[in-house]
């Protein structure tokens, strides 16, 4: 992993090109920050890795923000997670995605997960209900994601 971008403080990070996904960009956006820092990062990061590293802006994936529930927290509570889509509602939590060690999330990195919009307390956002792959994900005894409230 090599560092593309660093702009304001966010960090951009050019990913290998996998064979089912491609080149992508993982971006770390630090905690309250201002989304419209990223998109220029983004840019810039792209960018850097056409003159740096020959990867034309047309070989990226593209990617969205995704959330992810968090279990255990004592109450509702979603992380936004950079995704890579691959189409239908469907997207890819890479790999190599930090998990952070005191999160408990319903979906790991590697997941390949069905998104749907849902109300969240910031506004709609994509929100991933289910894996593609169990075996890719944990889920509760039952076999069922955790119940939660639509509204949080």
Same mark, same amino acid.
């Given at each position: 992993?090599?560092?593309?971008?660093?702009?304001?403080?966010?960090?951009?990070?050019?990913?290998?090109?996998?064979?089912?996904?491609?080149?992508?960009?993982?971006?770390?956006?630090?905690?309250?920050?201002?989304?419209?820092?990223?998109?220029?990062?983004?840019?810039?990061?792209?960018?850097?890795?056409?003159?740096?590293?020959?990867?034309?802006?047309?070989? &990226?994936?593209?990617?969205?923000?995704?959330?992810?529930?968090?279990?255990?927290?004592?109450?509702?509570?979603?992380?936004?997670?950079?995704?890579?889509?691959?189409?239908?509602?469907?997207?890819?939590i890479p790999g190599d995605t930090r998990l952070?060690?005191?999160?408990? &999330?319903?979906?790991?990195?590697?997941?390949?997960?069905?998104?749907?919009?849902?109300?969240?307390?910031?506004?709609?956002?994509?929100?991933?209900?289910?894996?593609?792959?169990?075996?890719?994900?944990?889920?509760?005894?039952?076999?069922?994601?955790?119940?939660?409230?639509?509204?949080?």
């Open positions: 992993m090599n560092l593309v971008a660093e702009h304001n403080g966010i960090l951009a990070r050019i990913r290998e090109d996998l064979p089912d996904i491609g080149w992508y960009l993982y971006v770390t956006l630090p905690s309250g920050e201002s989304r419209d820092y990223l998109q220029d990062t983004k840019e810039i990061a792209i960018s850097q890795a056409a003159e740096d590293y020959g990867i034309p802006a047309s070989a &990226w994936q593209a990617t969205d923000e995704i959330h992810v529930y968090l279990r255990n927290e004592g109450t509702d509570v979603w992380r936004p997670v950079d995704a890579i889509r691959l189409g239908e509602g469907l997207f890819k952070p060690d005191y999160e408990d &999330w319903e979906f790991q990195p590697g997941s390949v997960v069905r998104c749907v919009a849902r109300k969240l307390s910031g506004g709609v956002r994509l929100t991933a209900i289910e894996a593609e792959e169990p075996n890719k994900t944990e889920q509760d005894g039952a076999g069922q994601p955790p119940t939660r409230s639509e509204s949080k």
